[in-house]
């Protein structure tokens, strides 16, 4: 519920309340789309730029309904705004960017058609902990141009009245509460001895069964590696029945072999013959991990990728060759592109 719903609040002279619902998930759908209203007890926006509503009346409330989408970098918004003013409601359409690279630091930059003044701001912000703290310049179009002049102001004109199309800063910090829903992870139950007898704990020795089964495991794909590596000991089928015999034992193998795939610290040749493995008699059909592994630093991961994503050829899987077609290593464009390709009589799917 609370990945859907945030409900929050902004203080000037009053307290103005907002909330935000989330429709559609980029995850399940083409974009994210949210609807929202804020602004329900106060106007703290109209009373921070010391604005009026065309009535001349305080109002409260406003109405929103944006889109948004993630692309590798970027991430774009767009959105429209309806406040009720006399007889009517005000619409005002909104457009903004924001950098969407896996750091704490973004930087971002919006603009709205608002009291025939495009307005525009721009700022950034840095995540620490479950604080958000973010500042940037309001009316961006006022500190760079006025009249018809450019230049640097910033300082408003004399005869400003309000804080519209005039230079001006901002300063915010958000806590994110955290998800109280989840259940804490429970102690794991302690292992009973009772007298004269020792028992053993069943629990413990699936442990410890698993640890030995993880080694095993781990030993088999360096093995693999090492044949791949060597021109006498990569025989195609002795190779093949090595990966049948990992795949044997079942989901917990398979598992295992994503944790290696994973792995930064494993080796480049265990980590592609984990995937080759993963692939070997079976298809695979988790695209997310896929798409974690497409973006790796390695070109022998990210042409892995390619393939296994290739013969999945699904609308997501379509999604993320489209990227891997314009990859700058060679042979993982041409193996993405190779996928692309469709009959004439035939239309790839939409993502």
């Given at each position: 519920?609370?990945?859907r719903l945030?409900?929050?609040?902004e203080l000037?002279?009053?307290?103005g ?5 989330a429709l ?7 974009f994210d789309?949210s609807?929202g209203?804020?602004?329900?007890l106060?106007?703290t926006d109209r009373?921070?730029?010391g604005?009026v509503?065309r009535s001349g009346?305080a109002?409260?409330g406003?109405a929103w309904?944006a889109a ?10 767009a959105?429209v705004s309806m406040?009720?003013?006399s007889?009517?409601f005000?619409?005002v359409?909104y457009l903004a ?10 930087i ?8 025939t003044?495009?307005?525009q701001?721009?700022g ?7 604080f958000?703290?973010?500042g940037?310049l ?6 760079i ?7 640097w102001f910033p300082?408003?004109?004399?005869d400003?009245?309000?804080g ?5 800063w901002w300063v915010?910090?958000?806590?994110d ?10 102690p794991?139950?302690p ?10 704990d069943s ?7 698993e640890?030995?089964e993880g080694?095993t495991?781990r030993?088999d794909?360096a093995?693999?590696a090492?044949r791949?590596r060597?021109d ?5 089928l002795a190779?093949s029945?090595?990966?049948?015999r990992?795949l ?10 994503w ?7 494993a080796s480049?040749d265990e ?6 493995t ?7 059909s988790?695209t ?5 592994l497409?973006?790796d630093p390695a070109p022998?991961l990210?042409?892995?990728?390619a393939?296994?994503l290739?013969h999945?050829?699904?609308?997501p899987?379509?999604r993320i060759?489209g990227r ?6 060679e042979?993982?464009?041409e193996?993405?592109?190779?996928f ?5 009589k035939a239309s790839?799917?939409?993502?």
């Amino acid at each position: 519920m609370a990945s859907r719903l945030s409900v929050d609040a902004e203080l000037s002279d009053g307290i103005g309340l907002g909330t935000k619902a989330a429709l559609v998930r980029e995850a399940d759908g083409p974009f994210d789309l949210s609807l929202g209203f804020d602004e329900l007890l106060y106007p703290t926006d109209r009373d921070l730029f010391g604005d009026v509503t065309r009535s001349g009346e305080a109002t409260t409330g406003r109405a929103w309904l944006a889109a948004a989408q993630k692309w590798d970098f970027v991430r774009a918004r767009a959105a429209v705004s309806m406040e009720p003013s006399s007889g009517s409601f005000h619409m005002v359409p909104y457009l903004a960017f924001e950098t969407a690279f896996d750091l704490p630091v973004s930087i971002g930059w919006e603009s709205r058609w608002e009291s025939t003044i495009w307005r525009q701001d721009i700022g950034a912000s840095v995540a620490w902990r479950s604080f958000h703290i973010a500042g940037g310049l309001t009316e961006f179009q006022a500190w760079i141009l006025r009249g018809l002049k450019p230049g640097w102001f910033p300082t408003p004109p004399v005869d400003a009245t309000t804080g519209i199309d005039n230079p001006g800063w901002w300063v915010s910090v958000t806590l994110d509460i955290p998800n109280f829903s989840k259940e804490k992870p429970q102690p794991p139950p302690p292992i009973s001895v009772s007298c004269p007898a020792p028992v053993v704990d069943s629990q413990a020795l699936r442990s410890v069964a698993e640890l030995l089964e993880g080694r095993t495991l781990r030993e088999d794909v360096a093995e693999l590696a090492a044949r791949s590596r060597s021109d006498a000991g990569s025989d195609p089928l002795a190779m093949s029945i090595l990966r049948r015999r990992i795949l044997s034992e079942g989901p917990a193998a398979r598992t295992l072999l994503w944790k290696i795939c994973k792995d930064p610290a494993a080796s480049l040749d265990e980590r592609v013959q984990a995937m080759v493995t993963l692939s070997d008699g079976i298809s695979i059909s988790d695209t997310s991990a896929l798409e974690a592994l497409s973006r790796d630093p390695a070109p022998a991961l990210r042409l892995e990728s390619a393939v296994d994503l290739g013969h999945i050829g699904s609308g997501p899987s379509f999604r993320i060759l489209g990227r891997l077609a314009q990859d700058p290593d060679e042979s993982v464009r041409e193996s993405a592109k190779s996928f692309l390709v469709v009959p004439d009589k035939a239309s790839p799917p939409k993502n």
